[in-house]
């Protein structure tokens, strides 16, 4: 392989990254999602696009990678946050969070104790159904999503 080239994916590279396109494009109301490792670092995404406002420009926004760098760190903080209050409330280990806001929602669920799923949805997204996916997806990748992968798929991720 030549200096400076990243090397291909690895079969469970590929197969995490397949399935997470899979439930972007198949989960209605879902716009984006994440995998997350637990440093807060982004591991694979699907489904990002440059936004723009009704004029067509993109408002503050550096561009799709970044943005789903920025839901990574959000995300990152959201877990933290969680698993504070189930140690100040004893309610047990915290797997999954939704957070609405006006115009969707953003919802997060633990895969393993190396990462997390982390999902934008549209108002319109029905939550039971986007839970119940996010949960298939969690059991596909699981076992799967090893700290080598994890690794492998930070250095190489490519929105």
């Known amino acids: 392989m030549e200096p400076g080239r990243t090397p291909p994916p690895s079969p469970d590279a590929d197969h995490v990254n397949r399935l997470l396109t899979r439930f972007v ?10 995998t997350v490792s637990s440093d807060g670092l982004l591991i694979a995404g699907s489904g990002w696009r440059s936004r723009r406002d009704a004029e067509g420009r ?3 926004s550096d561009g799709p990678r970044a943005d789903a ?3 990574a760190a959000i ?6 946050l969680a698993a504070g209050a189930s140690r100040v409330f004893d309610l047990g280990e915290a797997n999954k969070i939704v957070i609405g806001m006006d ?3 953003v919802l997060v669920r633990t895969i393993n104790p190396g990462c997390a799923l982390s999902v934008l949805a549209t108002k319109e997204a029905n939550l039971g159904a986007t839970a119940h996916a996010m949960t298939l997806f969690a059991h596909g990748t699981g076992e799967v999503l090893t700290p080598r992968l994890i690794e ?3 250095q190489s991720t490519g929105l």
């Open 152 to 154: 492998a798929l930070k």
């Open 75 to 80: 995300t990152s903080a959201v877990i933290s």
């Open 103 to 105: 115009e969707g929602y």
């Open 25 to 34: 494009t198949q989960t209605a109301g879902v716009r984006a999602a994440i």
């Open 69 to 71: 760098e920025r839901l």
């Open 58 to 60: 993109r408002p503050d």
